[in-house]
């Protein structure tokens, strides 16, 4: 009697779990479109601000400064520390990454190598001193130095109220000049949800 019940439960159980599979649709989107399921920080959150910032980043006078005082030399920038102080889990890498690729498509900064992909380089570097031709072997020394440094935090702020509530989260960059530790930009990226009762 015992087994035949255990067999019962058992089917029953797999039939529900057959029935939730069933009935889960999945479609491919474009990457670009707005998509907010949970109300947490997502991608189009990443991307977005990395684009805004970025741009404001271009904008500001120190720009202007540092290609007229250096004849419209680009200026070489190494994106550092971005710390998640948010209540949630942040892909922090994906939004460095975004960022990035942001400077990169601009056409007007250089972006250097940072962190462990740079230390991988640099040991590529050392192995070829070894095992590479004269005429192939990358020399020491000739790295481009980086003339400013890009950092900053992500932090957020939530009310809730029984079954509603906002989250807020604010992206702050600073850029610093490296010679001489001055900071010469702050930029600032606001995102406010609301997340309301179900229908």
Known sequence: MKSGSLYLSLLFALSLTLTNCSTRKVQRVN????TDLSGRWNETDSRLTAEEITAELMEHAWYSTYASENSGKKPVLIVGMITNKSHEHIAIETFSKDIEKAI???GRM???QAGNMREEIRAER???QNFASQSTMK???LENGADFMLQGTVNSIVDQYSKEKTVYYQVDLELTNIQ???KVWIGD????????KKL
């Open 31 to 34: 990457e670009n479109m707005v």
């Open 104 to 106: 990169i498509n601009s």
């Open 110 to 112: 250089k972006l250097v």
């Open 126 to 128: 050392a192995d070829q």
């Open 139 to 141: 020399k020491f020394g």
């Open 180 to 182: 001489t530790n001055e």
């Open 189 to 196: 990226k606001k995102i406010k949800k609301y997340i309301g």
